[in-house]
């Protein structure tokens, strides 16, 4: 308690709450701008997909000239735009950097991508140093990186899977297992 002028004990004001700390900005924030939006990005992403499944892949910091090209033909087309070509490169730096930053987030100890909820799973801690090394990892606070896969094909080192899942080979079970059938099957049942 403090006293007043008067020496009558006065209760002391509760300290005023602190400012509470604003929650990152939406990824898109940190995706794209006025000039390249979202279906932009999709365009050009899956123009550089395309190329990654032909063998163009764009593996160093020098853009691979062949695939950078044809995805700013397909993007100027399909948008009736001509965009030079220092954007597509400024946008390809963009998602070598969403790349590089989700899969550095993936190696983090203490990290886990729950791909059926798309988010990644963490605690604050943990989250708080990887926000002090790289301030781009708060676009993946709230949700995953959208075009891992893609991205994966377009910049990474090992060889592009087709498509965004990987199909599962059935043929594997006969040869695993010698083509035998399993105790109490009804061979009837079973078709070629």
């Known amino acids: 308690m403090v006293a007043n002028e008067h020496n009558i004990p006065v209760p002391a004001l509760p300290a005023p709450p602190l400012p509470a700390v604003p929650p990152p900005p939406p990824q898109c924030h940190y995706f794209y701008n006025a000039r390249c939006t979202?279906?932009?990005?999709?365009?050009?992403?899956?123009?550089?997909?395309?190329?990654?499944?032909?063998?163009?892949?764009?593996?160093?910091?020098?853009?691979?000239?062949?695939?950078?090209?044809?995805?700013?033909?397909?993007?100027?087309?399909?948008?009736?735009?001509?965009?030079?070509?220092?954007?597509?490169?400024?946008?390809?730096?963009?998602?070598?950097?969403?790349?590089?930053?989700?899969?550095?987030?993936?190696?983090?100890?203490?990290?886990?991508?729950?791909?059926?909820?798309?988010?990644?799973?963490?605690?604050?801690?943990?989250?708080?140093?990887?926000?002090?090394?790289?301030?781009?990892?708060?676009?993946?606070?709230?949700?995953?990186?959208?075009?891992?896969?893609?991205l994966s094909a377009i910049f990474s080192t090992d060889e592009p899977k087709e498509g965004p899942n990987d199909p599962i080979d059935i043929s594997s079970d006969e040869a695993e297992s010698g083509g035998e059938i399993a105790e109490g099957t009804d061979e009837s049942t079973i078709s070629d």
């Open 38 to 150: 979202k279906r932009h990005d999709n365009a050009f992403v899956q123009a550089l997909y395309y190329q990654a499944m032909k063998g163009h892949r764009q593996l160093s910091r020098t853009p691979n000239m062949h695939s950078l090209n044809h995805a700013r033909r397909v993007v100027n087309a399909c948008f009736n735009f001509n965009f030079k070509y220092i954007v597509f490169k400024r946008r390809l730096e963009r998602l070598r950097l969403r790349f590089t930053t989700f899969k550095s987030i993936l190696e983090a100890p203490g990290v886990v991508w729950d791909r059926h909820q798309n988010v990644v799973l963490f605690e604050e801690d943990r989250w708080n140093e990887l926000v002090e090394g790289n301030a781009f990892v708060n676009a993946y606070r709230f949700a995953e990186e959208p075009d891992w896969n893609e």
